[in-house]
């Protein structure tokens, strides 16, 4: 019996693997179609850990799918055309209809939400609102927080106009002076303050932490966490590994983002946006799972989405979040 050199290395390396365990053939690598928004508080992990390769460590491979709104990220998921979704404040929304389950938060949206007026129309504090127009994007991170900031200041829904745009459009709505005031969310704060020197902040997202934090994250469909929960546990893992690094090297991550990611922003921009949200490491993280925080905060914005979009039935953050997946996987 006769064997060429090339069949005898192929033969040779097949049985060292074997002796070795062969992990990396063992487990192939998952394929997961992703949809995210294009904004720090969103994918800032998710292109950290790309590009510094913990996903692929942990035998994950993105393909990235770019989206406007958290909208239209979740009919996207549930109309099967991508397998999860990281997103802001709705992502206590669709779930809290029987669509989609959460596993996994990036981080508290502390500051990122604004609300901005022009003192020029009229409108120097809350009481000035009462009457007016207010641009915003209606169902997410900026309308949580502008109707809490309504609330707090002795207005209700009936009180303001609310003129409902794409962020985009909201923000021109604002500069052109169509409208006196715009909730919105970085970094359109950098648009805002360029272009109408005498805008005034009027508050922002942090003035209400914790009691009503807002907190965004990862979902996806009953049917895939069902299917992939090994899958969903290493994209834990390498988010996990890209979260705790982001942190521990503020500087050199941002500049790694902005230089492979963000070319557009500057990076002082960039670290504005940075400082606006809350992170923790995963270990900090750990004990918030374990005794209701998360769950807490995202029932909180449930229960706005419940009044606003008159959710019949909600499914409670209790049942739409699943932390066990995080608990089993990152250890204290």
């Given at each position: 019996m006769s064997i060429d050199r090339r069949g005898f290395i192929k033969?040779?390396?097949?049985?060292?693997?074997?002796?070795?365990?062969?992990?990396?053939?063992?487990?192939?690598?998952?394929?997961?179609?992703?949809?995210?928004?294009?904004?720090?508080?969103?994918?800032?992990?998710?292109?950290?850990?790309?590009?510094?390769?913990?996903?692929?460590?942990h035998n994950v491979e993105f393909e990235p799918v770019q989206f406007t709104t958290g909208l239209e990220l979740f009919q996207a998921m549930i109309g099967g055309s991508i397998d999860m979704l990281a997103t802001g404040a709705v992502?206590?929304?669709?779930?809290?209809?029987?669509?989609?389950?959460?596993?996994?938060?990036?981080?508290?949206?502390?500051?990122?939400?604004?609300?901005?007026v022009r003192e020029d129309m009229g409108v120097k504090s809350f009481a000035d609102l009462k009457g007016k127009k207010i641009s915003t994007t209606t169902g997410t991170t900026a309308h949580v927080f502008l109707d809490t900031a309504l609330r707090a200041n002795g207005i209700g829904p009936g009180d303001v106009?609310?003129?409902?745009?794409?962020?985009?459009?909201?923000?021109?709505?604002?500069?052109?002076?169509?409208?006196p005031a715009v909730a919105l969310w970085v970094p359109f704060n950098i648009t805002v303050r360029q272009k109408v020197p005498g805008a005034k902040m009027l508050v922002d997202a942090s003035k209400y932490y914790p009691q009503a934090a807002i907190v965004g994250g990862w979902a996806t469909s009953d049917a895939y966490l069902a299917k992939n929960r090994a899958v969903c546990q290493n994209i834990i893992r390498g988010w996990s590994e890209a979260n705790d690094w982001i942190i521990a090297n503020p500087d050199a991550a941002l500049e790694a983002l902005?230089?492979?990611?963000?070319d557009q922003v500057p990076l002082a921009d960039l670290r504005e946006q940075f400082a606006a949200q809350k992170v923790f490491t995963s270990a900090q993280w750990r004990p918030m799972y374990a005794d209701g925080t998360v769950t807490k905060w995202l029932q909180q914005v449930t229960d706005f989405f419940v009044r606003f979009g008159k959710?019949?039935?909600?499914?409670?953050?209790?049942?739409?979040?699943?932390?066990?997946?995080?608990?089993?996987t990152v250890k204290g």
């Open positions: 033969v040779g390396a097949a049985a060292g693997a074997l002796a070795l365990g062969a992990p990396a053939l063992a487990q192939s690598r998952a394929k997961v179609k992703l949809g995210y928004l294009h904004t720090l508080a969103v994918d800032g992990q998710i292109w950290t850990g790309i590009d510094r390769g913990t996903f692929a460590k992502i206590s929304n669709f779930p809290a209809r029987g669509q989609g389950k959460m596993f996994l938060v990036n981080n508290v949206e502390f500051a990122t939400a604004q609300l901005w106009e609310l003129v409902n745009q794409r962020m985009s459009e909201a923000v021109t709505s604002f500069i052109s002076g169509a409208v902005q230089k492979k990611r963000y959710i019949e039935n909600p499914v409670p953050a209790s049942k739409y979040f699943d932390p066990s997946l995080f608990l089993e």
